[in-house]
């Protein structure tokens, strides 16, 4: 879960912090290709399948941590989150 700190010059900086530690299902979705300053980057979309859990209230302001990637939420419907890796 994602917190803001004021930085050396004022400007806002997140602060991420683990909130859950789940079991989950992953299946992956689609890879984009873009290429940036001569390099080709691959971005994967995933769906991420939880169990229900009343107290486990994630938003598009979390992130998913699998496997050392990041995975940002983009939507969130009945816990099948739609997600893209964070580069």
Same mark, same amino acid.
Request: glycine share 6%; with cysteine; hydrophobic share 35%.
């Given at each position: #879960? ?7 010059? =004022? ?8 909130? &859950?530690?789940?079991?989950? &299902? ?11 300053? @001569?390099?080709?980057? &691959? ?7 939880? #169990?229900?859990?009343?107290? +486990?209230?994630?938003?598009?302001? @979390? ?8 995975? =940002? ?7 099948? +989150? +739609? ?5």
């Amino acid at each position: #879960r994602v917190t803001h700190s004021s930085g050396d010059y =004022g400007a806002q900086v997140p602060t991420w912090s683990t909130f &859950a530690k789940r079991t989950a &299902a992953i299946e992956p979705l689609s890879v984009k290709e873009q290429v940036s300053n @001569d390099q080709t980057i &691959a971005r994967g979309s995933v769906k991420v399948i939880l #169990r229900y859990e009343k107290a +486990l209230q994630l938003t598009t302001k @979390d992130r998913i941590n699998w496997d050392g990637r990041i995975y =940002g939420i983009t939507s969130n419907t009945v816990y099948e +989150l +739609l997600c893209v890796e964070e580069l």
